[in-house]
Antibody
Framework: EVQLVESGGGLVQPGGSLRLSCAVSGFTFSSYWMHWVRQAPGKGLVWVSR????????IYADSVKGRFTISRDNAKNTLYLQMNSLRAEDTAVYYC?????????????WGQGTTVTVSS | EIVLTQSPGTLSLSPGERATLSCRAS???????LAWYQQKPGQAPRLLIYGAYRRATDIPDRFSGSGSGTDFTLTISRLEPEDFAVYYCQQYGSSPHTFGQGTKLEI
């Protein structure tokens, strides 16, 4: 079964750090580009970051650039999101998602999400 | 940054009716790089359409996508009770890979 399982969310004070993980199973992780997407309470989806299959190329939303770092360990079948200098507006459910194809992209497999709350 | 504007914000229809959802881009988007998602409360999004008109795996054929350039449409031909949800478009043509703000389809 194809599965993505996020972990690492929690309550953190403004200015703090968290590292999210996304454990992958059921497919060849090293063949796929991966994304992080977030959703603030009661709000819409916001794309956060993308990494290519070997980790050599990354892109970010302007709102997180310089604060968040996406990475992957293909040997451990795990995707990461290191989040530093967290702000209240980073409070959201964070989803990891697989990109189905470089040529015809679309996030076809999603995790269940992990909740990050930034508050003092 | 490409801004995607979805309309209407809320669409009220009944089962059996046809739904037409719009996604307008602030700049031209290659059809290869436009996707649609469905999200129900408390659930992760689900990919419906990629490449503007290609149905994802296991998506019923009552869902169809069309459009090009700056105007894209998601059509649900005959609404089923399980189709009432929020729908998002997303572009991959340029970074950041922005989503629209969503259309809520309600009974």
């Amino acid at each position: 079964e194809v599965q993505l399982v996020e972990s690492g969310g929690g309550l953190v004070q403004p200015g703090g750090s968290l590292r999210l993980s996304c454990a992958v199973s059921g497919f060849t992780f090293s063949s796929y580009w991966m994304h992080w997407v977030r959703q603030a309470p009661g709000k819409g989806l916001v794309w956060v970051s993308r990494i290519n299959s070997d980790g050599s190329s990354t892109i970010y939303a302007d709102s997180v650039k310089g604060r968040f770092t996406i990475s992957r360990d293909n040997a451990k079948n795990t995707l990461y999101l290191q989040m530093n200098s967290l702000r209240a507006e980073d409070t959201a459910v964070y989803y990891c998602a697989r990109d189905r194809s470089i040529s015809w992209p679309g996030m076809d497999v999603w995790g269940q999400g992990t909740t990050v709350t930034v508050s003092s | 940054e490409i801004v995607l504007t979805q309309s209407p914000g809320t669409l009220s229809l009944s089962p059996g009716e046809r739904a037409t959802l719009s996604c307008r881009a602030s700049q031209s988007v290659s059809s290869s790089y436009l996707a649609w998602y469905q999200q129900k409360p408390g659930q992760a999004p689900r990919l419906l359409i990629y490449g503007a008109y290609r149905r994802a795996t296991d998506i019923p054929d009552r869902f169809s996508g069309s459009g090009s350039g700056t105007d894209f449409t998601l059509t649900i031909s005959r609404l089923e009770p399980e189709d009432f949800a929020v729908y998002y478009c997303q572009q991959y043509g340029s970074s950041p890979h922005t989503f629209g703000q969503g259309t809520k389809l309600e009974i």
